[in-house]
């Protein structure tokens, strides 16, 4: 299976758990963790069932991914979900260094990457490269019709006012000339990633010494 084949299947599977998530009175946002093909964690929103607003579904497959795979460092894997991730959820998705972001819905209100710069925030990495990994590259829009069509199902009203808000929209042209020009500069900061593992590694001796 190619990566476009993979990207299609984690995608289908993200707009299957977004209509799990409708089943259970959440909201249709779902997320899956991926890695050399194989899905390493997934999630739906938690939100309602736990009365808890932080219980996002990328939240909740970072740490279950984190769990699995027994490290921090989630470099080699790929985040798919059927809504751009919020800025809460960017945040964690550069600390873990998640390589790839797949997302089918933007949104342009609290998105990590069409509204707030974190997902493309350079200066992060650049800054603190011991913390935070380097910009991941983002694909916008992958399976859009599909993952809307979810929400009309779940509630047609407050979908029609969500879109006429513009709260979560197709991807706009600006958007996805942006994560292509993130996937050129991605390409350019090899050396600054290779200086990041650097830092890290002597973090992790100077913790261990200082432990
Ligand atoms: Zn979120």
New binding site residues.
Partial sequence: MNFAEIDQKMMRRCVELAAIAASQREMPFSCVICRDGEIVAEAVNRVVQDGDVTR?A??LAISEAQRVLGQKDLSDCTIYSSVE??A??SFPIRETRIGRVVYAISSPMMGGFSKWNVLSDNELSNVMPEAFGGIPEVTAGLLYREAAAVWRAWNLVIWLAIRFRGCLTEASKEETYRSVQVRSSRRQGWLRRMLGSHFQRVAGVLRRDAG
């Fill in positions: 996002h990328e939240l991730p919020c809460m959820c």
